[in-house]
């Protein structure tokens, strides 16, 4: 144990053979911090460097995501 950098074989030996992957994590946090802040493209992008578009499509996941919840507390 130490404090170096990180290797690349310490970041893909643990999830191998497990349903989730580094890319799915990131883009779930991403898709966390959408619903968590409300769909504001702007706070992603600059929490998590992503590009407009990227982050506009984040948002409208999470806003759909929120809809639908709010459908199913109505019923």
């Known amino acids: 144990m130490g404090t170096g950098p990180v290797s690349a074989v310490s970041l893909t030996a643990p999830p ?9 994590v ?11 802040h409300g769909p504001a493209p702007l706070h992603l992008a600059e929490v ?3 590009d ?11 806003r759909t995501l929120l809809e639908q919840a709010a459908e199913q507390q109505l019923r």
């Open 48 to 50: 998590f460097g992503l």
């Open 52 to 62: 407009a578009k990227t982050a506009i499509r984040y948002t409208d996941s999470a």
């Open 26 to 36: 990131r883009v779930d946090r991403q898709l966390e911090g959408a619903l968590a």
């Open 16 to 24: 191998r053979g497990q349903a989730a992957t580094l890319e799915r």
